[in-house]
């Protein structure tokens, strides 16, 4: 809001709010699913990837597959004689009991390990070796030397059926996690997605009538009760509810909507019914629109995901020549028993799942937290770049205030009660739908004035309003309007009001028959979220911006109230872009928070752009993060993930690499000289706790406190 030019005209549209109106999109989401229209991306019945290691699998799939191969794996296990050698009981013996590990087994094998077989040889075809390579490779060798064993071939003591079965359990449990990882944050989504109404009343001449939620048009009216849910995007028309936005923002306090608020499908009026004007349905609400973001984040790339993919087809490499270099050696020695044996346990414990797992499950599961916070990840990077940030630019209208006027100060004539004169100016701006005029009406609620009657209300263009009180003709408006009207605006007045306009407010005065009683400063309402932003921030060692169209004197009085560091005042919508750039070429990495609509050049050109209010405009496309709400603490949850997910990438990746470095080795027995040989038994028992340790510990990120409201 440029309250600079409230002095002049406070009836007027602001130029530099940067809103959206009436909660339409304004570039409606070409293929996202609205109600009814659920593309099937997430869930345990859903098809995550659609390209990858895990193409056209589904995590319900790798459930099923695992609790099957967990529960053949049990007797497969225990009937194993090396896992009795290893723990010292003694399986029961009957006629058949020798084949349960060798049937079931193979049926693990075929059944279980069938996504890592097919994956593995898709990763061969396209010469691009990689993790599903690995484990098809591991499972094969397993398969084919128990096999060997179990038939009395060669003499081999390879009885690897309860490696070959945890193995196959381990790597399924694995994928089944991150690929639920994977499909939560749009699982959640279309779970929002099914909560909205199947029905709506809409509102016709002969009264209401009940319709499917799809028969709603833009411009249709519809009733929404107490405890029901919006069918459609909107603006409220007639009546006043606390609505639950919680599934949009993350935000569980109730906000209020009144007449020409904007109100957004799937979200609850919880105390009355309000009547209101559909601007948007099906693909084009705010809901679909979040649905698309996601899945946008869950198909971005980024330098993390390519570092995993490059290390998995080194691995390959190294284990197969590892392999081959054990084969070698051993036979070279002499033991060609050995040979197999060592080279069998090299190339089944090499698996680099837990390292697969390291990176991926940490950023599916950051995507997963963050659109349940109401932060929508749309590039995978932008999250990656968060926590190198040096500043925080923000915008201010609409970011770090409300871009609503709001007053500020009252000031009175010497015997004048400022309650009454408030009161008097409430009165007479009651009949208006200016932004101004609730503000002061607005003021008058909060302070429990009783308002006098007002009749024969106008409109005076530029200047302000008139009406009728109780007889007397009284005058709300601006500078222009006191030199309409000759008023005087008396000495002891005159000296607040000046200090005001010098920190950039609008000031109104109240004339009552050519007689100023008082006036009141409007400005610009700082969200009560900033101040916690801005110092937390601080804290964090972020320097903060601010970049403004306003005035240098409206511009720093913000700054001075939320402690800024630095400010950019006057400058056009188009030259944000430059103040990035000018940040940029002192060595800084720059955020941009807008709202998206004047603010795309400055988002695109910063190392993160960071669009707020998706709630009502959630097509931002310039943007690589878009916060669902209106609350700039969330800029706060992005930093603290960004860090949180970097460490637990760097604590998987140590733990990944480093079981690979130690165990291959160990396994290929570079140290049997000295006693010290990795058995398979052990290499299986550390194999599989490297894939789990690092599966939990991504898991960690769940206890990372990301709602607005809690981070300081």
Same mark, same amino acid.
Not at 256 to 266: H, I, L
């Given at each position: 809001m440029n309250t600079g030019n409230r002095q002049e005209?406070?009836?007027?549209?602001?130029?530099?709010?940067?809103?959206?109106?009436?909660?339409?999109?304004?570039?409606?989401?070409?293929h996202a699913a609205g109600h009814g229209t659920h593309t099937g991306h997430g869930g345990d019945d859903h098809t995550v990837h659609s390209h990858g290691q895990h193409a056209g699998h589904s995590t319900a799939m790798f459930k099923d597959r695992f609790w099957l191969t967990l529960a053949l794996a049990v007797p497969v296990v225990y009937f194993s004689p090396m896992m009795a050698h290893l723990l010292g009981y003694m399986p029961p013996e009957f006629p058949g009991a020798a084949w349960i590990p060798p049937v079931l087994g193979t049926v693990i094998f075929?059944?279980?390990?069938?996504?890592?077989l097919k994956g593995g040889l898709q990763e061969l075809k396209d010469r691009a070796p990689g993790m599903m390579l690995l484990i098809g490779m591991a499972i094969t060798v397993a398969f084919a030397a128990s096999w060997v064993t179990s038939l009395g071939i060669g003499g081999f003591d390879l009885d690897f059926w309860w490696e070959l079965a945890l193995l196959v359990a381990i790597m399924l449990l694995g994928h089944w996690i991150e690929m639920r990882a994977l499909g939560s944050a749009q699982g959640a989504l279309d779970a929002l997605a099914a909560l909205l109404p199947d029905e709506a009343e809409r509102i016709t001449d002969d009264g209401t009538e009940t319709v499917p939620v799809s028969a709603l048009s833009p411009g249709d009216l519809v009733l929404v009760r107490p405890g029901a849910r919006m069918p459609a995007d909107g603006n409220v028309q007639d009546g006043q509810a606390e609505f639950d936005e919680s599934m949009i923002t993350g935000e569980s306090k109730t906000v209020?909507?009144?007449?020409?608020?904007?109100?957004?499908?799937?979200t609850v009026a919880t105390d009355s019914s309000v009547r209101v004007l559909v601007t948007a349905v099906g693909?084009?609400?705010?809901?679909?629109?979040?649905?698309?973001?996601?899945?946008? =984040? +869950? %198909?971005?790339?980024? /330098? =993390? +995901? %390519?570092?995993?993919? /490059? =290390?998995? %087809?080194?691995?390959?490499?190294?284990? %197969?020549?590892?392999?081959v270099l054990t084969f070698i050696a051993w036979t070279l020695l002499g033991s060609v028993p050995d040979a197999v044996t060592r080279t069998v346990t090299v190339?089944?414990?090499?698996?680099?799942?837990?390292?697969g797992l390291a990176i991926p499950l940490v950023i599916a599961i950051s995507t997963e937290q963050a659109a349940r916070a109401g932060v929508l990840i749309k590039n995978r990077m932008a999250l990656e770049r968060m926590r190198t940030i040096d500043v925080v630019l923000f915008d201010k209208t609409g970011t770090l205030t409300t871009g609503e006027p709001e007053l500020k100060d009252i000031a009175v004539a010497e015997g004048a009660d400022p309650d009454a004169v408030l009161a008097l100016a409430a009165a007479v701006e009651s009949d208006s739908e200016h932004p101004v005029a609730r503000a002061i009406v607005r003021a008058a609620k909060a302070r429990h004035l009783a308002l006098p009657e007002a009749t024969g209300f106008t409109s005076l263009t530029g200047r302000g309003v008139r009406a009728g009180v109780d007889g007397r003709t009284v005058h709300v408006g601006g500078p222009a309007l006191l030199r309409e009207l000759g008023a005087v605006e008396p000495a002891t007045l005159a000296d607040s009001t000046r200090v005001w306009m010098n920190r950039g407010a609008a000031v109104l005065h109240v004339v009552d028959g050519g007689k100023v009683l008082g006036a009141v400063s409007m400005e610009d309402a700082v969200r009560p979220e900033s101040r916690q932003a801005v110092s937390a921030l601080q804290r964090r060692g972020i320097k903060v911006a601010m970049v403004t169209g306003d005035a240098h004197q409206v511009a720093q009085a913000v700054a001075a109230d939320l402690d800024i560091d630095e400010v950019f005042a006057e400058v056009l919508p188009a030259d944000k872009d430059k103040k990035v750039a000018e940040l940029q070429s002192r060595g800084l990495k720059v955020a941009m928070v807008g709202d998206g609509v004047n603010d795309s050049p400055a988002l695109a050109r910063a190392e993160v752009g960071i669009a707020i209010g998706a709630g009502t405009d959630v097509a931002v496309e310039s943007a690589g993060v878009v916060l669902a709400g209106n609350d700039p603490r969330a800029v706060l949850s992005m930093v603290d993930l960004s860090r949180a997910s970097y460490r637990k990438m760097w604590q998987n990746l140590v733990w990944a690499t480093g079981y690979n470095i130690l165990s291959v080795p160990l396994a290929a027995g570079v140290l049997a000289f000295a006693g010290v040989v990795l058995s398979?038994?052990?290499?299986?028992?550390?194999?599989?706790?490297?894939?789990?340790?690092?599966?939990l510990n991504a898991q960690l990120l769940?206890?990372?406190?990301?709602?607005?409201?809690?981070v300081r």
């Open positions: 005209a406070h009836h007027h549209q602001d130029p530099d709010s940067n809103q959206p109106v009436g909660g339409m999109l304004t570039h409606p989401p070409a075929l059944y279980g390990g069938q996504p890592f209020t909507r009144g007449a020409g608020d904007p109100v957004v499908a799937g693909d084009q609400t705010a809901l679909a629109g979040i649905q698309r973001l996601v899945e946008e =984040a +869950q %198909a971005s790339s980024s /330098r =993390a +995901q %390519a570092l995993a993919d /490059r =290390a998995a %087809a080194f691995l390959f490499y190294f284990a %197969a020549g590892a392999g190339l089944v414990i090499a698996c680099p799942h837990a390292l398979p038994a052990a290499g299986a028992v550390l194999m599989s706790a490297s894939t789990v340790v690092v599966a769940r206890r990372l406190k990301l709602n607005p409201s809690e």
